[in-house]
């Protein structure tokens, strides 16, 4: 293939991506959903205008490496901190019941593997797809009807910046747990290992761009150096440490995320995710998904696949919030504000498949999963508010 057929590649990945992402919006749904859609319409599957080349792959690898970096930039770590007990023990709800309803389900239809072996693994991470949260829709209705601030929002939140934490945190161990060479001692170790690296040297690389921000303060090399950072902890993971590399990149974001210039290293990675690396990465998956192994076996999975990824969040989510003392109503709009599922859920699928555990034409499944998530999500915590007013409005 001629070096510069690359730059049509991309010219038709950017201009379709973008269309397909802005009649997304259009329709209410994420962004991101068109933006799949536009890579399986472009991809070898329907159209054939873009096969997904090693340039590609490793553009959509940058691409995520961006997105995840940019999630650890926009966790506030000291709400993180202050959430307390009950937003910790809805998160570990949220990452365990999906994990083992996930796992169930794939069992189900498969069969009930052995513990180790290949095909138990592929069912174990079925579960790890399912323990992501995306909030970013629930934000946006909480937001419409004036309840983002409220003691149910902030819950919503909390529990869902831990959600995503722990679940990385299941990504890294099960992929390494999947590497034959590997047993589970080494596996805890290594990630045990590095947390506390990136808590020594982040702490330090955290004093260091404290002083570059307050004595150059909104510069552009304050940013350059975060990308840098991000790309060397994403790097020293996978190479040092056998953890994922998505797993270094979101550490580099919360290193930084205190700093008083957070926002605009935010904002300048942004424009790179946004105008290139993120529309690359995203219709990489439709490129990737293979529509033509799509039987009504695999359609009836991912049927399955959306309802227990939706019943055990609101399930999971909702019981633990009921035992920490929420009334009935508001522990079930917690469960529903917690299942929305978006770019996590693709990333953790895409590090699926990049390692051999889980099969392009699941990503079918994931899909119907954040689409159906992302628009019965809105309509159901409507629904609740308006039967169920907070205590507060009541009085």
């Known amino acids: 293939m001629e070096s510069f057929s690359v730059f049509k590649d991309l010219a038709i990945i950017v201009i379709f991506a973008k269309l397909f992402g802005i009649l997304a919006r259009k329709c209410k749904a994420p962004q991101v959903v068109g933006e799949i859609i536009a890579g399986l319409l472009i991809g070898p599957s329907v159209l054939g ?14 691409g995520v490496i961006l997105l995840m970096f940019s999630a650890g930039l926009e966790t506030n770590l000291r709400d993180l901190i202050k959430t307390g007990f009950k ?32 095909e138990f693994f ?10 992501a949260t995306s909030v970013s829709i629930t934000v946006q209705a909480l937001r419409e009807m004036g309840k983002l601030k409220g003691t149910i929002g902030t819950t919503i939140l909390s529990a869902a910046i831990i959600d995503d934490v722990i679940g990385i945190i299941v990504l890294t161990v099960v992929v390494g747990l999947s590497n034959g060479s590997t047993n589970a001692g080494t596996v805890c170790l290594k990630t045990a290992l590095f947390f506390v690296f990136s808590i020594v ?3 330090l690389i955290y004093k260091l761009f404290k002083y570059m921000d307050g004595r150059y303060p909104h510069t552009r090399r304050i940013p350059i150096m975060g990308l840098a950072l991000c790309l060397a902890m994403a790097y020293i993971a996978e190479k040092y440490f056998g953890i994922a590399d998505i797993t270094g990149a979101y550490v580099a974001g919360i290193i930084l995320c205190n700093i008083r210039d957070s926002e605009y290293i935010a904002e300048k990675m942004d424009i790179n995710s946004y105008m290139l ?3 690359i990465f995203f219709a990489s998956i439709g490129l990737k ?67 051999g555990l889980v099969s392009p034409v699941y990503f079918t ?6 689409i159906a998530s992302s628009i019965l999500t809105p309509i159901m915590l409507k629904i609740l508010y308006t039967k169920h007013p907070p205590k507060e409005e009541c009085a």
Not at 319 to 346: H, N, P, Q, Y
Not at 365 to 370: H, K
């Open 289 to 355: 998904t293979d529509i033509s192994d799509l039987n009504m076996s695999i359609l009836v999975f991912a049927i399955c696949f959306v309802i227990v990824g939706l019943v055990c969040k609101i399930v999971g989510c909702g019981l633990v919030a009921r035992m920490c003392k929420f009334t009935w109503a508001d522990s079930l709009k917690i469960g529903v504000g917690m299942m929305t599922r978006g770019e996590v859920a693709l990333i953790v699928s895409q590090k699926g498949l990049s390692v």
């Open 122 to 131: 592929s069912a174990l991470f079925i579960g790890v797809i399912l323990t």
């Open 201 to 203: 040297v982040g702490l």
């Open 87 to 118: 937003a910790t023990l809805i998160a570990c709800a949220g990452v365990f019941v999906p994990l083992v309803g996930g796992t169930l389900l794939y069992s189900c239809f498969y069969g009930f593997a052995k513990i180790g072996t290949p």
């Open 49 to 62: 205008f873009v096969s997904l080349s090693d340039f590609l792959s490793q553009m959509a690898e940058i």
């Open 365 to 370: 499944a994931v899909i119907l999963l954040i």
């Open 277 to 279: 690396f993120g529309p």
